[in-house]
């Protein structure tokens, strides 16, 4: 058997991937459309601020899953609303957050301490809020100073709680006036995903299963994910998802800034070059010009002896495409982990360092 096959035998072998996988987070992984779905439905039921509307910004406090949402909900409103969006990965909060501003605090936990920080901060200058959150203290300050708080139940690691965050993100963007009706892209977003799942699922075989062989070829390698525009997102996610899942490096660029900068050094240094994988995430339907850049990035890099590759992403709307992206992507992190010999679920690194700073 040569090394290829052995190694797609692994992305095949049902009792190899339990003895690795003991937590279940493929499980969580599939169920990410239907997660989508219900969040939309309880977001659009939720009684939202009412005062959202008369917002002239709006700025979401967040960490890892939570501010990518945030990002995603950024991208979307600048293609068709006219207020500010801003996402603050941090402790502090931008100086022009005051009383014309929302601020969204998201947190899994609800205990994240630059999230809870950044909602203080907030308050204080008398802003008003809201909060997306399954408990913790962020629901606490919600109870005691009159805050609304959209809060949901999942059990699973936050990075796979993606769809509760980003529905109810996208149900207050709507009441914000940050953007119009969602409904059919998130209907669109949905039936994609489904589709998606039937060829990418763990029974799907790896002979035709594009995201086991995408993850074979990344197999010892160091992914650099690319994106434009929403897409940028997606590639941040994926980034995330191949260093919490697969437990490896990754890194993710965008374009067009790549080619103001990233593609001057693509060549040094020369030990690396060979570990790097590029990969394109591009519409189906892409521009012209957008096509043009990138085949010069792309035989940039081959120039330089770096593998690009292109993954054609479907979608009509602007959130389908992200979407369906990032359902790849997981789903590849996924099966990376499951080549590098790793439990995908335990993050001992981001917890050890959240002990240290629980010490002061």
């Known amino acids: 058997m040569t090394a290829e096959a052995e190694a797609l035998s692994v992305l095949d072998d049902a009792a190899g991937r339990d003895q690795l996988d003991r937590s279940g987070l493929l499980a969580r992984i ?18 939202w601020p009412r005062r959202a509307a008369s917002a002239k910004s709006v700025v979401v406090l967040g960490m890892g899953g939570s501010a990518i949402a945030g990002d995603i909900l950024r991208s979307l409103a600048a293609l068709s609303g006219d207020k500010p969006v801003a996402v603050v990965r941090g ?50 300050v ?11 139940t999942y059990e699973g690691q936050p990075r796979c709680a993606l769809g509760h965050q980003l529905m109810a993100l996208l149900a207050l963007g709507e009441c914000a006036g940050l953007m119009s009706d969602q409904t059919s892209a998130v209907a669109e977003s949905l039936a994609l995903m489904r589709g998606q799942r039937e060829a990418l699922k763990f029974a799907a075989p790896s002979a035709g299963n594009a995201a086991k062989q995408l993850a074979l070829r990344l197999r010892g390698q160091i992914p650099v994910i690319v994106g434009e525009g929403v897409l940028a997102d997606a590639a941040h996610r994926w980034k995330t998802q191949v260093n919490e899942n697969s437990k490896s490096w990754a890194f993710w660029d965008e374009l067009p800034e790549m080619d103001h ?42 120039r330089a002896g770096v593998a690009p590759e292109r993954i054609d992403v479907a979608g009509e709307s602007a959130l ?26 335990p993050i001992d690194p981001i917890s050890r360092v959240k002990a240290r700073l629980a010490q002061g």
């Not at 389908?320 to 439990?343: C, K, M, P, T």
Request: glycine share 8%; hydrophobic share 45%; charged share 20%.
């Open 30 to 47: 599939e169920a990410l459309p239907e997660q989508c779905e219900d969040a939309w439905s309880a977001a659009r039921a939720f009684a």
């Open 91 to 140: 402790y502090d909060v931008p100086s022009f957050v005051g009383e014309g501003t929302l601020v969204v605090a998201c947190s899994h936990s609800g205990n994240t301490e630059e999230t809870v920080a950044g909602l203080d901060a907030s308050l204080a200058r008398g802003a008003q809020a809201t909060i997306i959150t399954t408990g913790g203290r962020l629901e606490k």
């Open 142 to 152: 919600a109870a005691e100073k009159g805050i609304s708080a959209f809060t949901y």
């Open 261 to 302: 900068n990233s593609v001057v050094g693509f060549g040094l240094p020369q030990a690396m070059v060979q570990q790097l994988h590029v990969l394109f995430l591009l519409p189906t339907a892409i521009e012209r010009r957008a096509e043009v850049r990138y085949e010069a990035t792309a035989d940039e890099l081959s």
């Open 320 to 345: 389908a495409q992200v979407l369906s992206a990032i359902y790849l992507g997981d789903f590849v992190s996924y099966y990376l982990a499951l080549l590098n010999g790793v439990d995908p679920t």
